[in-house]
């Protein structure tokens, strides 16, 4: 059997990573019907994987306009700035990162973590990785999804 | 003071630089580096007093940064500020000669508590 974080841990971690840099005025609400394929337009996303004495990817998928108000808010940039899109990439790139992270140290270790992967479009999973996690949320009314998938060993 | 905040995340680095600000650290000169080797590098060049550096980064990680600058004889003081706030990471950056591990994420009264020791 598949060792996997607990829902409720994963989403305890993306609530705490969301409301340090985010704020609490808009609160980010879970959204427990959701399902199939991450559905936004202009959807960004990002992995890491998590190897060692536990493996796994993590990644979280954001709609466009999560993805700017992430990059502002973390930039500390006005709504009318410009933003570039190497400054978005930076910005999901550091959310998998912190939400990976602490994934990490809830599991067994000692693992490594990786850099993040970070795309304009949503996560793709190989068809041998069986997602052992999920949190799905909406945050201002746009749809924002972290995902666990297990790596599938030889 | 002149503090070196090391994160291959521009994002990060101005995070980090702005916290600093809300924990009553924002007199202090800030200089930046990309990676581990870069911060390696502007430690030499810089010769700051503190070093706030992220665990994962391309071209050399932190703690690899950490042990090449102690292994150069370099006793700056050196924190980490990094997503992986387990035990093992912890036991890691103190055996290393890490002051502190901050885990992101952070707030500013994480920071007081860090760096009001280390700073004075």
Request: charged share 20%; net charge negative.
């Amino acid at each position: 059997m598949t060792l996997a974080p607990e829902v409720t841990d994963v989403q305890a971690i993306v609530e705490q990573v969301w409301s340090s840099f985010l704020g609490e005025e808009e609160p980010l609400l879970p959204r427990p019907a959701a399902g199939g394929q991450f559905a936004a337009d202009e959807a960004w996303s990002a992995a890491v994987s998590i190897s060692g004495g536990w493996d796994a990817t993590v990644t979280v998928e954001l709609s466009g306009p999560v993805a700017l108000s992430l990059t502002r808010t973390m930039l500390g940039l006005d709504d009318a700035d410009a933003t570039e899109d190497g400054d978005v990439a930076d910005a999901v790139g550091e959310l998998v990162n912190m939400v990976g992270g602490n994934v990490k140290s809830l599991m067994p270790g000692p693992s490594v973590l990786s850099l993040p992967a970070v795309a304009a479009g949503r996560a793709a999973h190989p068809s041998g990785a069986a997602e052992i996690a999920r949190f799905d949320g909406v945050w201002a009314g746009e749809p924002v999804r972290v995902a666990v998938h297990a790596i599938p060993q030889p | 003071m002149k503090i070196l905040v090391a994160d291959d995340s521009k994002v990060m680095r101005q995070i980090v630089i702005r916290t600093l600000r809300q924990a009553g650290h924002g007199g202090h000169d800030i200089v930046e580096a990309e990676n581990g080797r870069d911060c390696l590098e502007k430690v030499s060049s810089e010769q700051p007093d503190l070093v706030l550096s992220d665990w994962n980064m391309p071209e050399m990680n932190g703690i690899d940064c950490l042990g090449a600058l102690r292994a150069q004889g370099s006793q700056v003081k050196f924190g980490f500020v990094t997503s992986e706030g387990s035990d093992e990471m912890r036991s890691r950056a103190a055996a290393a000669g890490a002051l502190f591990l901050i885990a992101k994420p952070f707030t500013a009264e994480t920071f007081t508590e860090a760096l009001d020791g280390v700073l004075g």
